[in-house]
């Protein structure tokens, strides 16, 4: 997260914000945040975000 903070990725893809939001997988290895952006994995567990 911006801030630091880290979260478990969940089973299936995606992870769950700390405020309980779901973050869901976008099928193709990236994300899509609750504001509808699309991030991609930067291939080192972490995202890459608009």
């Given at each position: 997260?911006?801030?630091g903070t880290t979260v478990a990725a969940e089973p299936?893809?995606?992870?769950?914000?700390?405020n309980g939001?779901?973050?869901?997988p976008d099928g193709?290895?990236?994300i899509i945040l609750p504001n509808g952006a699309r991030c991609v994995s930067d291939g080192n567990r972490g995202y890459l975000c608009p």
């Open positions: 997260m911006p801030d299936g893809g995606g992870f769950t914000l700390s939001v779901v973050v869901p193709t290895g990236g």
